[in-house]
């Protein structure tokens, strides 16, 4: 049986930052932002938007009431979740309207957790062709205003609806995965940012993708040759980039120039927005569907997932026929081109505003957030959200 991505969506706040402005804010050569890390804007989350209304926001679009009606399951992968005990699936569950005869969690692992639900996805749908998976990768981006991993913030996240016979792409079988106990990035429950060590970091998300990736080529017998495209999760456009690197003088000429090519497409999105974790590689996979228009069914697409702590997989995906219709492409370009640029001082207000949390109620001002689902205060330690379209 087939199974695999039916529909796939992302949704981003719509406030950026350029990065050229940053730079010269924190008295580093723009150039280093946007060659050396390779970022062009990041994505910021106004305090109306939190990884609930972003993932919201995300699916609302692409879900028809078939589909509510055959999604028996919603996976919520975060790592910027809301609450330690209530998962941010269950709230997405009745912004949507979804059927009560479903479950509805929340998964973590760093910005591999999407990967690792979607693998739960599939296995769900072997055994239950019928229904789908609503799959939810959400997270705003946080290392703290003048620290190293500033540049590589964002905010944004994808709605992946899983099922059998699916109309955009397969997953195939072989999948490789990679785990150890490392800290190369982390973020204890009493912290808003994350704490990193950058440079090993950036070593173990090379090292880990030669582990997985020579796995699947011993497990397979493929080659580079088989994929026209490869994928990466990118917490900035310039690590993938990297890590491809490291594998690429195993192929011929015309591989290393087709792969280099869709992995410039493919960055496209992430270039603008920042590192969204655990959305980031359906974010790239994203960019190249809808950028690459010479894409055709039958081509295969590697992916590489990995989340710090740290687990890695690579596993691959085919194209399926008409699979551009089901794409949003000019929805994106617009939801991309609409943003409104932030000054670095407003920027910096907003990334330092919270919540109360002595149970005092505040309303938040929702009018100049254009996204259809926000947060629009807490009360008793309670968050509210609107849907405006209801
Ligand atoms: P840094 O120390 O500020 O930067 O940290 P750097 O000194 O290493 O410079 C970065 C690059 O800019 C270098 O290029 C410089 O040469 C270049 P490279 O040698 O790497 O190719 N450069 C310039 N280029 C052009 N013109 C110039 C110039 N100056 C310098 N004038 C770092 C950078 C990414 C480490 C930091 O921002 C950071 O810690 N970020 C967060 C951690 C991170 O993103 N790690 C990635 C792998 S781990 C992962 O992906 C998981 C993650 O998503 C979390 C999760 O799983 O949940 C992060």
Redesign the pocket.
Known sequence: MKIGIDKINFFIPHLYVDMNKLALARNV?P??FT???GQEKMAVAPITQDTVTLAANAAVEILTDEDKEKIDTVIFAT?SGIDHSKAAAIYVHRLLGLKHHARAFEIKE???GATAAIQLAKGHIALHPDSKVLVLGSDISR?GLHS??E??QGAGAVAILISANPKIMTIEEPSVFHTEDIM??WRPIYSDVAY?D??F??E??ISFFQTVWGQFKAETDMTLADFEAICF?M??T??GL?ALKSVLDEGYNSDQERLLANYDVSKQYSKVVG?I?TG?LYLSLLSLLELNTDLDAGDRIGLYS???GAVGEFFSGIIQPGYRDFLQAEKHEKLLKERKELSIEEYEKIFQETLPTDGSALTLSIDEDPADICLAGIDRHMRQYINKNL
């Open positions: 050569e150039a280093k060659i050396g890390i790592e760093a910005c591999y290392y190293s991993g540049v590589t190369d990035f990193v950058g440079k970091s950036n173990k998300y999760h917490p900035y310039k690590m990297k590192n974790y980031s990995y989340g710090s």
